[in-house]
Nanobody, 118 residues
Framework: QVQLVESGGGLVQPGGSLRLSCEAS????????IAWFREAPGKEREGVSC????????YYAESVKGRFTISRDNAKNMVYLQMNSLKPEDTAVYYC???????????WGQGTQVTVSS
């Protein structure tokens, strides 16, 4: 059974940092692309970043490029999202998901809330 569990969210001031973690079970991340997407009230779902595990290629939305970094630890079946220079507009629930196509999500977790506010 595929399961993804996100953690690491919280309340942070603008300019601060958070690192989100995604722990997978029921499958090996070695063979899947993994994405982070976010959902905020009144906004469309936004793909934030993804990593193509077969070759390690990474992609970022323009809104987070240069501030966020996605990484993986295949031995631990974990994917991380390091978020720096956070802005209030980054406030959202962040989900990690398996990729079944380009920014097409298969399974995802329960999400972790990130709130950027002073």
């Amino acid at each position: 059974q595929v399961q993804l569990v996100e953690s690491g969210g919280g309340l942070v001031q603008p300019g601060g940092s958070l690192r989100l973690s995604c722990e997978a079970s029921g499958f090996s991340m070695d063979y899947y692309g993994i994405a982070w997407f976010r959902e905020a009230p009144g906004k469309e779902r936004e793909g934030v970043s993804c990593i193509i595990n077969t070759d390690g290629l990474t992609y970022y939305a323009e809104s987070v490029k240069g501030r966020f970094t996605i990484s993986r630890d295949n031995a631990k079946n974990m994917v991380y999202l390091q978020m720096n220079s956070l802005k209030p507009e980054d406030t959202a629930v962040y989900y990690c998901a398996t990729l079944v196509g380009w920014w097409d999500y298969g399974d995802w977790g329960q999400g972790t809330q990130v709130t950027v506010s002073s």
